[in-house]
């Protein structure tokens, strides 16, 4: 599923875009549309593995390439997808590339392919490099789209972003839609925003990690079985999370219908506010939002 932000809702392609996503329009593009993965890592493999349980492209036309050979085989083991022996090779026939590494490891990927970038659509995963470094390495006749997915991915519960740079046409973004779709909801934006994106989504599982364990740690120290405290926090978290998303509510809105003045809600709360951890949750978000700019410079 995809999302419009306000600000591309506004933009001028937007209305070619939705004509690009049309259910019809989107299946003839990736019909027979083979997709070239550079990196078989985690992020790289709950990309294939959407895509093929999604029914989006057939596990015969992914082919994947990874410094790892053991990455690279497992993933085409797992999900019967054709592990190339160099990233040249894995983009050759490929109409879509996803790039799926380090930053640190991008140049030398893409100088690799050399001219089998050219005229193909590149969709990066990868956090901080802007737009318009991906095109530099890229070379100028590739098309860059450039995407913040979480690992979420791996259960089909992603919250992904994605930009588009020049020359990306309306059924690219279609196609970027389909892609990340396939793994969760989807939401094309403004490449300015990203950075923040990477904060607030693309790192945000770790904070719901963290939160889980302490909500856990807590019921034990509180006198229950760790598997049980475990299990109440997982599905609390879960629950609230349905609330807001179904009820449409704000969040302070739901918060102060469960807090009964004097209540062990309110005891709870107090001890968090008292502990700033609303302010180190928001200072997180801008931590990874201001990192993500570093790995980009």
Known sequence: MFYAAPDVQENAGWKA???A???????????????????AGKMA?????????????????????????????TLASQLQVTAADSNAEAVAGADVILVCV???DVAKALAECGAELGGKLLISIVAGLSIQRLQ?????????????????????????????????????LACAAKIFGAVGQAYPVQEHLLDAITGLSGSGPAYVYLM????????????????????????????AATM???????????????????????AALGVLEA???????????????ERSRELGE
């Open 275 to 289: 502990a700033a951890v609303r302010a180190a949750l928001s200072e997180a978000v801008q931590a990874s939002a």
């Open 244 to 266: 807001v998303a179904e009820t449409k509510e704000h969040p302070a809105v739901l918060r102060e219908a469960v807090t009964s003045p004097g209540g062990t809600t309110a």
């Open 136 to 172: 530099a390495l890229a070379g100028s006749g590739a098309r860059v789209i450039r995407a913040m997915p979480n690992t979420a991915a791996q259960v089909g519960k992603s919250a992904t972003a994605y930009a588009a740079g020049e020359g990306v046409t309306g059924e690219d």
């Open 21 to 39: 996503l049309r259910p019809e329009r989107v299946e003839n593009r990736f019909g027979g549309m083979k997709i070239g993965c550079i990196g």
């Open 102 to 104: 380090k930053p640190a």
């Open 212 to 239: 889980i364990e302490a909500l856990s740690d807590g019921g034990v120290a509180a006198g229950l079985p760790r598997t049980l405290a475990s299990q109440l926090a997982v599905q609390t978290l879960i629950g």
């Open 45 to 73: 493999g709950a990309l294939a593995r959407g895509l093929v349980h999604a029914g989006v492209c057939d596990a015969k036309n992914i082919t994947v390439s990874d410094a790892s050979d053991l990455a690279r085989s």
């Open 17 to 19: 875009m939705k004509r």
